[in-house]
């Protein structure tokens, strides 16, 4: 599939997107969340001529109690497992009442937005059969948090090796969450969709101009988004930006964009920053003993590697 | 006299909803419901329709995508059976609070286990409490013109509620009948394209699907369930309008030969032909029988039910479908507590038949007018199955 890019602004420090937020303040997510952060920085990003579709999850909850509601978009939320499904209907609506005359004539993107849980574990089925359906104007947003916050901190397919989470418990017989962190940026990539991305709210403008590319791109597009979480991470909430820029610098989750099955790594970390900066200021890995920092080094590297790979096999030309 | 068009029944349910101009289609095939959306995936295809056909990966996404599109403005159909309305059931929960009029084009069919494909009423009984109109259709004239219909009273301004059209699987959808099918011109006239007061809209941003607290939750129930009740006005003057439009007459509660009679039959859907057929053998034989079927089953039409039931003395209620652990049906359950505070009371007997395609037959019927003339008052408490194996 090759991507139909339309000419798109980019945003740089100098034209950084001004005016009140299209997410509104007064929400009431946890102090430090980088989940909500970089929902607002996607939100600044695109403006508000789109659609919002949401997962139940913490960013539902705390932008919407009834009612008060954070959206200045239009914005739906209708289950947990369900945003791609629901935004696929949205989709389809704005197309076909486009076509007759009967809606705004021009392309609106709708945007889902859901948790891991929401995209990794409960909402894949859904996820994966709109991204195969190829909706031209779907976005899909998932805002990981590595765990499932809103329901008190379980585990997710996304939580990564080693976590005490309340459901992957170390103790005696166990280090915390035993499997390792679901690559979903890569089997998006598998549908082949024209735009696969993904970005970390440390790094704002990479992770504003992905959303920005996202929607001038026909077709549908996957947006991966590191979101750190305080409250489940054991961590102070000063520290989530930090966290954020640490988890790139670490290895740990590589920046990358997949275009048109393209690979381009926006941010090649040569020089790696040791993985104990970034797991020490979190509660959830305290426990973990030295021959589990061994294996986690390891297998980082092997998955930064796999990335590093595939942009040198399939470059982008552009 | 109109010209007469031999159709099955499934095809009639897709052209109607291609009448009706319908936007967007998400579907999933499930049998026995799968021949209406084939042929909607046909007609799209075929540019006869000119619709978003979504072909979603489950059920669940069926449901999904129709709220969104709804939501979204667009006029929304889609069609379902037995596990698929099952899997479905989260959102089927959801759609009528959002005040999202899709229509449900329900082949009744059969709940697992054990699996089977055959029909009865146990799927949508497992959606009673939902918040969804629902209609039965007894033939294939009244699946077109109920399909029609569904459109017309969902979206009516005062009710915005979704709609299921219920159609009895394979013993409905899959016959060929005879059916008028109205002309584009007329049902356009009847059925404009829908003018939603709220959508998702950039130019007029809302928000759909708040939280709902303790302090806003009962609220937002009981406001669905006002609309729901009160939605019963709006189905009579869609089916008086229809009437003046199409010259067929539908009625919430449908009567046969139930002057003067003393035992009622009470159904829902396709097996009212033969208990019909019953009625007139009954009637041959001096015997004083009647039916009475309900076409309207959600929101309830308990008055005009009444009405019609306390001037016999037997009533026969049909169920197609066990509710496990209880004493009677779910239109048994109905029935005996619309009846119970009735002065004079007819005696009420519930019968449970037909499940998983079992056959039904007049004779079936013969022998239920006798059981409820007979029955004991102590009996009358409890189901009775009829045609079971020994």
Known sequence: MKALETPYEKVTAKNFPKGPDVLASGHRACQGCGEVLALRLLMKALGNDFVAVSATGCMEVCTAPFPQSAWRVPWIHVAFENAAAVASGVESALKVLRRKKRGPDRRIPVVAFAGDGGTADIGIQALSGALERGHEDFIYVCLDNEAYMNTGIQRSS?????????????????????????????????????YVATASP???????????????????????????????????????VESAKLVVTTRIFPVYEVLDGKYILNRKVDAPTPIEDYLKIQGRFKHLKAEDLVYIKERVNEEYERIVKLAEAFPATA | MAKLVGMEVSLAVAEAARLCDTDVVAAYPITPQTHIVEHLSELVANGKLDAEYIPVESEQSAMSSCIGASAAGARTFTATSSQGLALMNEMIFIAPVLRTPIVLAIANRALSA??????????????????WISLFAENGQEALDLTILSF??????????????????????????????PSLESVRSFLPPWKPLVKLDVSDPISIGLLGTPESYTEARKATDNVLVASKTAVDKAFKEFKERFGREYKSVETYRTEDAETLL????????????????????????????????????????KEILVKAKNVAVIDRHIMMGAPVGPVGAEVFSILYNANPRPKVKNFVLGLGGRDVTRDDFHLIVEKAKSAPAQDIERYELVGVWE
Not at chain 1, 167 to 179: L, M
Not at chain 1, 213 to 237: D, F, N, Q
Not at chain 2, 281 to 289: F, T
Request: glycine share 8%.
């Open chain 2, 152 to 181: 017309k009273i969902g979206e009516d301004p005062q009710v915005s509620l979704p709609v299921t059209m219920n159609i009895d699987g394979f013993t409905l959808s899959h016959f060929i009948e005879p059916i008028d099918i």
């Open chain 1, 202 to 240: 440390a790094y704002h403008l990479d992770l504003m101009n992905k959303i920005r590319r996202a929607a001038a791109i026909s077709g549908p597009a996957y947006l991966h988004v590191y979101a750190p979480c305080p409250t489940g991470w054991r961590m102070k909430p000063e520290l989530s």
């Open chain 1, 158 to 194: 996304e939580t990564p090796f080693g976590a005490n989470t309340t459901t992957s418990p170390a103790g005696t017989q166990s280090q915390g969450q035993n499997t390792w962190k679901k690559n979903m940026a890569l089997i998006a990539a598998a549908h082949g969709v024209p």
């Open chain 2, 266 to 305: 009470l159904t829902m859907g396709s097996i009212s032909e033969t208990a019909m057929t019953a009625v007139d053998e009954m009637r041959d034989k001096g015997v004083k029988a009647g039916l009475v079927r309900i076409r309207l089953w959600r929101p309830f039409p308990a008055e005009d039910l």
């Open chain 2, 114 to 131: 054990p699996i089977n494909i055959w029909n009865d009423h146990s799927d949508i009984m497992t959606i009673r409490d939902s918040g």
